[in-house]
């Protein structure tokens, strides 16, 4: 069963998804890596997007897709539900996106994810996003 | 007096703004539906908006208003105080709104809001809107 | 050394940030004035602004760029270090200015920050902030 988390646990999965945001919009790769089991899925079919399995693959996919991109991914109120080492919880989630050829993306969703405790310490072991909406401009092409 | 929460506490009632904005915004009206008091009040007469007693006519309203649109509703930086079985809160708050003929809606605001515990449950017994600004387009009518 | 913050420092230290952004953009400059020490620095060169020492400079400074302004300084997914009566944050931020000429900003970043608690009462005592991406708009001047 899921129980009501204990502050100590609950501050940790809350400040592990605060870095999965500083770290992929500042592009600090190596410390995103350090955030993720191995075996980590990534799910963004709901809006049309990929789906990945294996940290490895999922990583070198964000950063081909992003890397020249400003980005800012922002996350709010998160419902955390822990039960001993696993975790679940749903984020609410805004990102602006700008790329080099002056695309834009603004959109709006949630973040459902499962966290596992590895020797002590908490990883994202899958990420499905889901969306209220997306707004995109194309150069040129005004708004 | 109001004093300094416990986590128990403080997080119930993070988690039930959460789930208000997740519902309103995924339109799970009966969801919804569950987390106010029988006698609600939510106003927003502050920015030229109703005033509704009553949780029935509150969220048909909302429905009316908000049904057709996609919306994202974001909730950020809570300051929670806790009394025994009454708390208050202040949240910022952001919304997106897009309605079918393409009028849009960015506003930014704060929720004041009272909470009252029945049957061990946290319920949002009042809601006040106010708002920082509101931007708001027309279809064919640019920004 | 830092360590992992209890629940009641760790929420003292996000109730100040959320009043820091409450108070700056509902101009209430009194209650603003309290949450700084007395020499507290800000620092906004990262992005090619200014940097304040002491609170009177600094408050000045901030009421002549933004009194005229709509202003919503909306903040997220802190990480919170405590280590006795000092602390660090780390905070993503998002801000939207309106002037009275209709020029805007819309800009995302982070706020870089040191506490002290003095006489009991947590304080913001440095506060620096990086931008992830800043987007202006002139009036007259479309997107």
């Known amino acids: 069963m ?28 190596d410390g995103f890596a350090g955030l993720f089991t191995h075996d980590v899925v990534i799910d963004t079919t709901a809006s049309g997007g990929p789906r990945f399995e294996g ?26 539900e822990i039960d001993g080492d696993e975790a679940r919880a749903i984020w609410a989630m805004q990102d602006r996106l700008l790329w080099p050829n002056g695309r834009t993306l603004t959109g709006y969703g949630h973040y459902h994810e499962r966290y596992v405790r590895e020797a002590g ?5 899958e ?17």
């Open 2 to 29: 899921s129980g009501a988390p204990g502050f100590a646990d609950w501050l940790e999965i809350a400040n592990l998804k605060a870095r999965y945001c500083r770290f992929l919009d500042t592009k600090d790769w």
């Open 55 to 80: 940290r490895d693959a999922a990583i070198a996919s964000v950063r081909t897709s992003i890397e020249a991109a400003r980005t800012a991914h922002q996350i709010h109120s998160p419902e955390i």
């Open 121 to 125: 310490a908490w990883k994202i072991a």
């Open 127 to 143: 990420s499905r996003l889901t969306r209220l909406n997306i707004e995109m401009t194309q150069p040129d092409a005004g708004v």
